[in-house]
């Protein structure tokens, strides 16, 4: 049974910081995965924020540049999202998705998600 969990969320004003980590157990084979983060905004479409290779190769959304950074740690099987200078437009429910491989052929998986809220 895979599982991710997500933590970290909650309540920052403009500006401050929230350290996002995602934990992965189960059969997920971690290492071999391109981990990444989305989030979603009321009445707005799923879109990807930042996203880390198996290789340690990251990508962002060009919205986030500058400002978030993900990490992973495949001994601990933790991907994490550090948010600085946080704007309201990041106010949403971020989640980690665990993303497929081709060879072993593994599907994807999506945590629960856990809510940013970016306010004065």
């Known amino acids: 049974q895979v599982e991710l969990v997500e933590s970290g969320g909650g309540l920052v004003q403009p500006g401050g910081s929230l350290r996002l980590s995602c934990v992965a157990s189960?059969?997920?084979?971690?290492?071999?995965?391109?981990m990444a983060w989305y989030r979603q905004a009321p009445g707005k479409q799923r879109e990807l924020v930042a996203s880390?290779?198996?290789?340690?190769?990251?990508d962002y959304a060009d919205s986030v540049k500058g400002r978030f950074t993900v990490s992973r740690d495949n001994a601990k099987n933790t991907v994490s999202l550090q948010m600085n200078s946080m704007k309201p437009e990041d106010t949403g429910v971020y989640y980690c998705?665990?993303?497929?491989?081709?060879?072993?052929?593994?599907?994807?998986?999506w945590g629960q998600g856990t809510q940013v809220t970016v306010s004065s």
């Open positions: 998705h665990a993303g497929s491989v081709a060879v072993p052929a593994l599907r994807d998986y």
């Open positions: 189960g059969s997920i084979i971690f290492s071999i995965r391109t």
């Open positions: 880390i290779t198996r290789g340690g190769s990251t």
